[in-house]
């Protein structure tokens, strides 16, 4: 059974078996969350992404995909990127959000990852309202987290966030 688990803080200080990177679809790094992931994380997780551009993603990563890469200095042993879309007011994309978090913890159980945090995915840069945000990142998760991953720890940056979170859970 996978239990869902709420912390306010900095995602790149878990300790984890699988750190969920809100990446953009170039895999080369960005603001936010990827910013963070590369600045502590060293060189070595930009290394495997440039190898992802060069063979599997030569247009770069689909939105609503994800794929792992080394940790590099995280205390973790993987970094798994997955690229959130960007907010339209137009158009629902909520299926995209859904299965950035679905394909994520696909990975995840691909690996044997029993451990995994997420950030809130497109809740930044990407503008996604966060009630909204959190409400599809729960059901998700819920509907389809693999038996075998153990921990689902959504890692808030701000109260705001943890709040939203907090009431997506109820
Ligand atoms: P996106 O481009 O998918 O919107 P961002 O990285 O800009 O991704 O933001 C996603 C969410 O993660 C936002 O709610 C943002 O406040 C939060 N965030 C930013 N830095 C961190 C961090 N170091 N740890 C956890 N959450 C973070």
Known sequence: MTTLTLVQGDITRQTVDAVVNAANSSLLGGGGVDGAIHRRGGPDILAECRKLRASHYGKGLPTGRAVATTAGKLDARWVIHTV???WSGIEDRGELLASCYRESLRVAAELGARTVAFPAISTGIFGWPMDDGARIAVRTVRESADPAVEEVRFVLFDEHAYTAFEDALR
């Open 84 to 86: 959130g879309p960007v």
